[in-house]
Structures are given as structure tokens and as C-alpha cells.
Nanobody, 123 residues
Framework: QVQLAESGGGLVQAGGSLRLSCAASGGSFSSYGMGWFRQPPGKEREFVAGISGNSRRTDFSDSVKGRFTISRDTAKNTMYLQMNTLKPEDTAKYLC????????????????WGRGTQVTVSS
């Protein structure tokens, strides 16, 4: 069973950048498809980005495409989300997730979740 822990959130001005990290332990990192989700206050959790176990395939929601990139470092058992040109509407708790299968866009595609890290973008 894999455990996930996010870090790197914080307060940033609109137009700024942040890099989130998701450290994984307890499993074979490259065997898991992984994803980032976010949950704005009072709203449902939504897909942000996904990456395959071998990093060859990535996927992004339309709202972040062109601004965010996703990557993973097998040697460090860590996944990253580089967020550029941040907007106030990006404000949310960001959660990483892992699945024994291929990554997907739905919450139920994932078996393992971190607790999240808060990102707040001021205007």
C-alpha cells in the first residue's frame, strides 16, 4: 500500500508560480499511474493532471493546459506539479493520488490519496 504526502503549497500573487511535490512511500513507484486533483472551497474535487507510470503520457484539464506541467522522478519517488501564471481561480486544496492501473480523470480511478496542500492565489 502506498502513502502519499503533498508539499509546496502556499500564498502567491496572480501571475506567480508554485511547484507542488507528492512524495510516495510503501509501494513500487513506477507501477502507479498518478494524478493531481484540486478542491476549491465549497466545490467538488476536480481533475487537474495525470501521468503514466513511465512518464510517457500526461493529461491536463482544459483550465490548466499550457500553464501547468506534471512530472515524476522515480529515483526520488516523487511527483511534481509545476504551476505557472497562476490565477485566483486556481485557489484550492491540491491532492495527489495514485492508482495501480493507468491514470484517469475520475476520482474513483484512484485508490490512494494524500491529505492535500493548500494553494491560495491573490488578485
Amino acid at each position: 500500500q502506498v502513502q502519499l504526502a503533498e508539499s509546496g503549497g502556499g500564498l502567491v500573487q496572480a501571475g506567480g508560480s508554485l511547484r507542488l511535490s507528492c512524495a510516495a512511500s510503501g509501494g513500487s513507484f513506477s507501477s502507479y499511474g498518478m494524478g493531481w486533483f484540486r478542491q476549491p472551497p465549497g466545490k467538488e474535487r476536480e481533475f487537474v493532471a495525470g501521468i503514466s507510470g513511465n512518464s510517457r503520457r500526461t493529461d491536463f484539464s482544459d483550465s490548466v493546459k499550457g500553464r501547468f506541467t506534471i512530472s515524476r522522478d522515480t529515483a526520488k519517488n516523487t511527483m511534481y506539479l509545476q504551476m505557472n501564471t497562476l490565477k485566483p481561480e486556481d485557489t484550492a486544496k491540491y491532492l495527489c493520488a495514485a492508482t495501480l492501473g493507468d491514470y484517469g480523470r475520475a476520482r474513483w480511478d484512484y485508490q490512494y490519496w494524500g491529505r492535500g496542500t493548500q494553494v491560495t492565489v491573490s488578485s
